[in-house]
T-cell receptor, first 115, second 116 residues
């Protein structure tokens, strides 16, 4: 069965520092992978996605992620975080049930930014 | 336009009330979703509509009744809810995928529901 693991429940970094959020997935075929961000009380915003091709994908707000099939990982990175990046980050894998689509979310990583 | 709108933003209802949540998208997407999200948890899928037909019901109690009147609109009718149903209810939509295409979901801002 498909699953997503985000090992870090909370991450704290200083403003201006680099960031890496970890994500591991379990899926029998080539996965569709996503990173979403959620600010408190808000909906989810898609940061980036991977379906095929170049394993380093660029997203919005200066984020990037690298797909590593050998490690079943899809880690999110940003070279320099801003205070506005404080939010909940969800890694997700696309799965198909019957002929319809589901997204399976990880439990999320809460990012805290120190001034 | 990649916007999914949801109304109302906040809803407080008693356990005997009947209310409805509304979701709308004008991106031509043919798949629409309802999720429930409790605090500090990921969204949990409730229902999937594909081409206006209910295709997935994740064993949701019957006090939640979805409806898809047309390809742009999705409703969630609520009746006799329990306090534990208090949560953020998120709507999302995606293109009905063809083989080999992507199917990212676009989310609305949610309705914060409180059941008293």
């Amino acid at each position: 069965a498909q699953s997503v693991t985000q090992p870090d429940i909370h991450i704290t970094v200083s403003e201006g520092a680099s960031l890496e959020l970890r994500c591991n997935y379990s899926y029998g075929a080539t996965p569709y992978l996503f990173w979403y961000v959620q600010s408190p009380g808000q909906g989810l915003q898609l940061l980036l996605k991977y379906f095929s091709g170049d394993t380093l994908v660029q997203g919005i707000k200066g984020f990037e992620a690298e797909f590593k099939r050998s490690q079943s990982s899809f880690n999110l990175r940003k070279p320099s975080v801003h205070w506005s990046d404080a939010a909940e980050y969800f890694c997700a894998v696309g799965a198909r049930r019957n002929r319809d689509d589901k997204i399976i979310f990880g439990k999320g990583t809460r990012l805290h930014i120190l001034p | 336009d990649t916007e999914v709108t949801q109304t109302p933003k906040h809803l407080v209802m008693g356990m005997t009330n009947k209310k409805s949540l509304k979701c709308e998208q004008h991106m031509g997407h043919r798949a629409m979703y309802w999720y429930k999200q409790k605090a500090k948890k990921p969204p949990e899928l409730m229902f999937v509509y594909s081409y206006e037909k209910l295709s997935i019901n994740e064993s949701v109690p019957s006090r939640f009744s979805p409806e898809c009147p047309n390809s742009s609109l999705l409703n969630l009718h609520l009746h006799a809810l329990q306090p534990e149903d208090s949560a953020l209810y998120l709507c999302a939509s995606s293109q009905r995928p063809l083989a080999g295409s992507s199917y990212e979901q676009y989310f609305g801002p949610g309705t914060r529901l409180t059941v008293t």
